[in-house]
């Protein structure tokens, strides 16, 4: 698969495009903020030149075929919202991750994104599972999962290393192509 030719990806209210699309300072602020990284289970960027640093890392992967990864903008402000990527892509698999700003959260922008790029992996790429590992205090994110037919994997926990450097236990969702 060539990923760098799938962009943009117009759904009805957001576009997502390449993280170089949007402004480093607007990235910043999504890597920097503490509640975001930690619902992620990553490390939050100490400055802006960390944050230039993973763009142009992530955009490496993008051009290279190893994970496609895309800045979700509003469609009529061009509005930075968040991230939206999957990754360890193989011919029957992709794990997949997102963020959104706080201000963001809960009004439905992921919902719409995680619908629409869910048939985008079935059905443009052709995929046959997607992965999504989330913190186990995560419930939003959690929620958002389920009502999109993930399910919960119970047998897999990992623990994953926190803003605060204390462990985050993670959990398991999947979703099967013959399942949606």
Known sequence: MEFEKYHPIMTAHYVLDWLTTYKVKDVFALRHDASVAQASGRSVDTDIMATAAYVNHMMSLVMNNNALIWGVGDKVTNDYLGTFMLWDVSEKSAA??????????????????????????????????????????????QALLVAHGFTRQPDFNREDATVSGTPQLMWRFVLNAKER
């Open 96 to 141: 997949v991750g997102y963020e959104l700003l706080p201000a963001m959260q809960q009004q439905g922008v992921m919902g719409e994104v995680l619908t629409h790029m869910i048939s985008f992996a079935f059905d443009e790429l052709h995929l046959q599972q997607l992965i999504a590992d989330t913190a186990s205090d995560n419930a939003a994110s």
